[in-house]
């Protein structure tokens, strides 16, 4: 199944960009690579998605490597809202999964 | 329009009684993932149901299984319940039957299970 690396914890200043880098060297031709994030006690939410061009929507910007071997989620204007542990998972082909440790991200003001 | 709906949310049960897990995904939605989130083993998929059938299953053993409904309800059951079993579990619907079909997908706020 293809792996996903993230760095453990950032710290970001409130109204600045936050970049949280992953890498997925492993990733095949035709699997997405997708953001969530999760906030204590929450189910994960949604943040965004792509394949090999860079995506953009209300609440990030996703930027993939041209080798797809890695990407970066930026959260242009960080709150402190946007504290929480950020994933970025690989959907193999067969729809399985694998979700790493994610990124802790602490937005201080 | 609602969300991932699962029930109950919170639960306490005795080592090696059975638990059923229930989650309502979004309406028109056909697939449902379920998770199991622990502090030490993070996020790990359990399995995924498409139109009432196993569509993929992750390394659990046989004691955890699953099934859908015709209306797409998912439930899941736990036999002979262990320790190593207190864990958030979470589950995801989207409309297709594979999150590589470009579909994202939604979580529910999980059923917290205490085994003691």
């Known amino acids: 199944d293809a792996k996903t690396t993230q760095p453990p914890s950032m710290d970001c200043a409130e109204g600045r960009a936050a970049n949280l880098p992953c890498n997925h060297s492993t990733i095949s031709g035709n699997e997405y690579v997708y953001w969530y994030r999760q906030i204590h006690s929450q189910g994960p939410q949604y943040i965004i998605h792509?394949?090999?061009n860079n995506e953009t929507n209300e609440m990030a910007s996703l930027i993939i490597t041209e080798d797809r071997k890695s990407s970066t989620l930026i959260l242009p204007h960080a709150t402190l809202r946007d504290t929480a542990v950020y994933y970025c998972?690989?959907?193999?082909?067969?729809?399985?999964?694998?979700f790493g440790d994610g990124t802790t991200l602490t937005v201080k003001p | 329009k609602a969300g991932v709906t699962q029930t109950p949310r919170y639960l306490i049960k005795t080592r090696g009684q059975q638990v059923t897990l229930s989650c309502s995904p979004i309406?028109?939605?056909?697939?449902v993932s379920w998770y199991q989130q622990t502090p030490g083993q993070g996020l790990q998929f359990l399995f995924e149901y498409f139109s009432e059938t196993q569509r993929n299953k992750g390394n659990f053993p046989g004691r955890f299984s699953g099934r859908q409904f015709s209306n797409s309800r998912s439930e899941m059951n736990v036999s002979t319940l262990e320790l190593g079993d207190s864990a958030l579990y979470l589950c995801?619907?989207?409309?297709?039957?594979?999150?590589?079909?470009?579909?994202?997908?939604?979580f529910g706020q999980g059923t917290r299970l205490t085994v003691v």
């Open positions: 792509g394949l090999k």
């Open positions: 309406s028109g939605h056909r697939s």
């Open positions: 995801a619907s989207s409309l297709g039957p594979s999150m590589v079909r470009v579909t994202e997908a939604f």
């Open positions: 998972i690989v959907f193999t082909n067969a729809g399985k999964s694998t």
